[in-house]
Each structure stands twice: as C-alpha cells, then as structure tokens.
C-alpha cells in the first residue's frame, strides 16, 4: 500500500479531538526561525489571545506553516516531517522522504524509518545512513535551490515507487519525477511527470487518482479504469494552491491534463482564500481522501509578535471529484461534528431586500452555519454581465456586501460588530452572462477590521450552480479569527483570517442578510455554537 492509512499507528490520519499521542512535529514550508526563537516573540505569547482558534489546530505559541508546524498536537494523531510525505511499503512498514539542506547549501531528499515500530504513535525516527538519497549534481542539471517537497510515493504496473519533487527552471514549473526499485536507491526519470510554463517554483506537489464515480477516495498506487488523476501544486510566487486534474499513463510516466484546464493561478483552486501548502492522503478505514491546509495570517508582522504566534491549520476536508469529472468538491470532514453544541434551527421564511436576521442563541464567533437559499422566483431581476471574461476577486472588490444588486449581495455576516462597524461578509451575487446565470461567492473583508495594519482583502470565486434549477447553499465554519466557507455543496470555497478590533469575545454578532432589491427565500437555516477542542 503506497498511501496512509488509520490502522497503521494513525499516519497521516486524524481522530479529530480523540487521539491522546503527543508528537513532536517540524515544519514544511519555509521557516521564520527568528519568529521561532526571539525573545521578543516569546514573551508576548499570551498576549491578546481573542484570536486564538477554539477548534482548529493552532500551536501554543511561535509561528506554524505549511502541513505543521514545530509543535506538539494531540487532538489529531497525524504525522509529517519537514518538507516531506510518507508512504506504506509492503508489510506495513511507514517510511519517511523529506527535504533538506547538504553542506553545499544544496537541497536534498532525505530517508527516515521509525526507530520502533511498537511504537502506535512512531514519536522516534532514524535517518537513513546513506543520506541523501536524492540530490542534484552538474550531470542532472537540477536546481539546487528549488528541489524540495516529495510527494507520497505509489507503485507502477513495473512495480517500481515513483516519487515527484517540486522544482522550477527560471519560471517554468516542474514536477521531477524518481523512480526506485527498494526506496533506497532512486534514479531521475528522462523527463519530468508534468511541468508548465509561467508558474515559477511548484512547491508541497500532490499527486493522487480519484474515481469518477462516487465519493469514495483511493489509494494513491490504485490501477483502473473508472479513475483521472489530480496534480497539484503550491506556487510559490504567488502562495496560492491550484490543480489540473487529467490522466496519467503509467508507461510513459506522463500527467496530461484533460483539455480546458488551466495551469496556474487563473485555475482551479482547492480555496480563493487563505490557503497554502496543502497535501492530501488516503484513509484506507473509510475509503476516503482528506485534504489538510495551511490559513495563514492577514494580521501585520508587528501584530504577529504581539500575539505571540502565528498560522493556523483549516480544517481537514473530505475531496471528491464531481460528477462531471471538472473540479474537486470538498466538504470538512464528519468528526468535526463531535464538537457541535447548542443548535439553532430556523423553518423556511423569506428574506426581504435590504434586511437582515440576527442568529442568536449560539456563540457566533465559534460556530458551523449552513443555510439554503432559493431565487429561482426573482431570476429576472439578476444583473448583466457584459465583458468575455471577469475576475472573480476583481468583481468581489468592486461589488461588495455594501454595494445593492439585483439578487443579491446575500448570506452571512460574520463577525459584525454592535454598530456594524465591522464585520466579514460571506454572500452570493447572481448576474447573467452570455443568456447564463453566473453566481458569484465572496468573502468580503473590507470592514472586518478597525485595524488599518490587517490585509483586508476581498476574496472571490465562480460556483458552478444553476440557480434556476437547484437551490444555494452556503456552509461556514467561525472560529475567532477564522472564516472557512463552502458555497454550493464544496463546489467553491473560501478561508478567511480576521481581526476585528470591536467584534471580538461575547461582542460578536452573526446575521443572515440580503442586501438585493430582490427577496431571497432561505429553506432551512442550522447552526450550531462549536465546543473547544482539546488540545495538548
């Protein structure tokens, strides 16, 4: 088995709020060491903790980024390494690729094995005396300050591991391909698995088949014909995540993406938000595929130190491919239910233009909301759409919750303020494009925050919803400085990091608003306030 999976001492798994194993973890993503030792940065760690998250992973102080962070977790039991994945071998035995750092200041990839497999929680691990046993040389004209990241290896029908490493030559992105007959031993393929021009340096690559039919995952060395593959990878320059998603022919060792991706930014997105250094792996117990990322701060620097951390991690996420066989859908996983409390139901009711409903009785800055929306009834009075072609976060900018449309803007505001003089807006907007609805989400930041210091950006992203034949729904998880949101079933989604100055503790307020000339009807409204995790 070339993935992970929950029997196997709980790699790469997550008994969400469950597990009771401390391990000690490194970072996998660029490293701020003078945010991990100033004493500045320290001694203010228990400074204004209003922030702090209450279910999603966060570290008790210092800074965390990419899959984790120098800290120790307890409320999942996963496991990473810095830089790094791991893989199954046969017989069970998990064993560790990672990048690092030779005396000629070359990146390399390193082997580690646990130093006792008894161990359910493989907290020791020994490196690989023959270490590295990948590195670039003159003969393989590799890059040797853009070689890191290994994927999850998988097996192919020569029954040889193929591994990709993250690597660029000047802004062309590669994912490098090894192949290895014992995963000791590894040899560069003739040619790279995939690689696209324009995208810079492809950092924390993801490789991995998803079925075309049904929600279950798969294990990342699966053979069939009922499969695509997805690539993804984290580009640096900009630190977003996209991914193509196409076929893969084992023989060649060649990733082709099916026609009508897009490489690079202007494509498809795991999230439009906040949202960076994300990996992926199998959960062999039940059959599924779960995505972990990195949300990382809007906050200034100087903000930072004061609080005395930084970085959380989203919460992980079930993906599956859509029936059509175009994007991911992504939904959070069902453990996070285990952390649901009081909960608020509304029956279906209209929601006029211009008005707003406040949700009470739950603890609107720690809380899951979900609300159906129908519009079907007010479709002809949508907006126009005139261009080729638009930006989705342009026209999020531009058309904020503020702004009145036709239909829409409408949905929640989170974090609002008594006064609502700040709050993060999480709505829909309908127009029509070529005599076709077009519905846009945003994530709206402009006023959810006093402090001039916060990056306020406003996040956008198209769902790929007819509204004239099925319902909106918009899910979204809050937590304290975090916004995670999944409009039309996980079709598109969106993080994120927020800082009010007056929305904070038990001052927060949450509403449903419509903000459209055009009335809304909600089918159903849940809510429910969200328990601490436990956290060690």
Known sequence: MANLSIPLSFLFICVLFLGKGVLELEASH???????????????????????????????????NGISGRISMSFWSYFSYPNGSATILPGGKPVILYTGIDPQERQVQNLAMPKNLSDPYLTEWIKYPKNPVMAPTPMNKINASSFRDPTTAWLGPDKMWRVLIGSRVNKLGLAVLYKSKDFKHWILAKKP?????????????????????????LDTSAEGKKMKYVLKNSLDETKHDYYTIGTYDAVKDKYFPDKGMIEGDSGLRYDYGKFYASKTFFDSE?????????????????????????????????????????????????????????????????????????????????????VEFEVSHELKKVEVLKKKQYNPQFLCSKKSASVRG?????????????TLSEYTAVFFRIYKHNNKHKV???????????????????????????????????????????????GGGGKAVITARVYPTQAIDNQIKLFVFNNGTSSVKITFLNSWSMNKAHIS
């Open 440 to 486: 846009l989400m945003c994530s709206d930041q402009s006023r959810s925050s006093l402090n001039k210091h916060n990056d306020n950006t406003t996040y956008g992203a198209f769902v790929d919803v007819d509204p004239a034949r099925e319902p909106l729904s918009l899910k979204s998880l809050i937590d304290r400085s975090i916004v995670e949101s999944f």
């Open 193 to 217: 698995l995939h690689s696209a021009e324009g995208t810079g340096m492809w950092e924390c690559p993801d490789f991995f088949p998803v079925k075309t039919n049904g929600y279950e995952g």
């Open 286 to 370: 039940k059959h599924r595929r779960i995505l972990w990322g990195w949300a990382n701060e809007s906050s200034s620097v100087k903000d930072d130190v004061q609080k005395g951390w930084a970085g959380v991690q989203a919460i992980p996420r079930k993906v599956w491919l859509d029936k059509y066989g175009k994007q991911l859908l992504q939904w959070p996983i069902k453990e996070i239910e285990k952390l649901c409390g009081n909960q608020v139901k509304w029956p279906s009711k209209i929601l006029e233009g211009g008005s707003k409903l406040e949700v009470t009785s739950v603890t609107a800055g720690q809380a899951d909301i979900e």
């Open 30 to 64: 660029h490293i701020f060491e003078r945010y991990q030792t100033s004493p500045k940065f320290l001694h203010k760690s228990l400074v204004n903790q209003a922030y702090r998250t209450g279910y999603h992973f966060q570290p008790p102080k210092h800074w965390i």
């Open 406 to 418: 036709g239909l829409g803007p409408f949905g929640f505001l989170t974090f609002a303020s008594n």
